[in-house]
DNA sequence: AAAATAAATAGTAATGATTACTATTATTAT
DNA sequence: ATAATAATAGTAATCATTACTATTTATTTT
């Protein structure tokens, strides 16, 4: 896999963000340092980037991927109100008992849903 | 919220099966009862029955919405090959860590990753 | 270093799951 | 029974994502 300045780029952004974009905030955030990039690449380098495992997608139920690049274990909690998307770096469940049951786990991931302590209130 | 014949109908095929069926598969289902209903249908009574909490969606990374009827928390195996889902009824995650960072935990959803023993071998 | 080969891009068109819309039908209330 | 309300069938629209194509950029070969 080549690394071109468009693919370097997009793969920065995310590893470099704190949020959990999806293509349209990354889209617009590669724009301001390489304006002509366009929003295939962007997906098509997304999409490269994942299945190459740097990083992650978070498959939520706006219906948009949102992208990590944080590839540490960890769960997410999701807002019900806000949307909001927190990183919860809480020790992982143990991968033993699916081993047992005869499933090799690759990965995993775990969403929990609630209020976030700013729209609890 | 009434009852209608078709409503029921969705809220029964989706809590009577032990798969994990897409909207599609829900409508095919349907036409065999009901031939008339219509996709709309069945789209406006998922997602209603979602918003209810009669039912669980699970966003995988086919982009489509899989529905769960199965109301006790559990996790779910996805594997990489096959795609298929597989129930894990382990003990879920302690949710009181999440509640002592004042996020209230309403639901959750975990996916673990990776190869089912069929797909293994 | 030029020619040949391969990969990546920009820009646009297509896809497909989901949602919105509308006229009609069914259900409940007065 | 009539009026008011909700749900449906069927179709059109939406919108995130993918596919496509001609062109550009990078790598390899001679």
Same mark, same amino acid.
């Given at each position: 896999? &080549?690394?071109?300045?468009? &693919?370097? $780029?997009? *793969? ?5 963000? #704190? ?8 889209? %617009?955030? *590669?724009?301001?340092?390489?304006? @002509?990039?366009? %929003?295939?690449?962007?997906?098509? @380098? $997304? #999409? $490269?980037? *994942?299945?190459?495992? &740097? $990083?992650?997608? %978070?498959?939520? !139920? =706006?219906?948009?991927?949102?992208? =990590?690049?944080? %590839? !540490? ?7 019900? =109100?806000?949307?909001?998307?927190? =990183?919860?770096?809480?020790? *992982?469940h143990s991968h033993e008992l699916l081993e047992n049951m005869g499933l090799s786990?690759?990965?995993?991931? /775990?969403?929990?849903?609630? #209020? /976030?302590?700013?729209?609890? &209130?």
């Amino acid at each position: 896999m &080549r690394f071109s300045r468009q &693919r370097e $780029l997009v *793969a920065d952004i995310v590893s470099g963000r #704190k949020d959990h974009p999806t293509a349209d905030a990354i889209y %617009l955030s *590669a724009r301001e340092i390489e304006p @002509n990039i366009s %929003l295939g690449t962007v997906y098509r @380098n $997304l #999409k $490269l980037l *994942a299945d190459e495992g &740097r $990083l992650v997608t %978070l498959e939520t !139920s =706006d219906k948009k991927i949102h992208y =990590d690049g944080d %590839l !540490s274990i960890h769960s997410h909690f999701i807002c019900e =109100d806000c949307g909001k998307i927190i =990183d919860l770096f809480e020790s *992982a469940h143990s991968h033993e008992l699916l081993e047992n049951m005869g499933l090799s786990v690759s990965s995993e991931k /775990c969403f929990y849903y609630g #209020k /976030c302590s700013d729209c609890k &209130r």
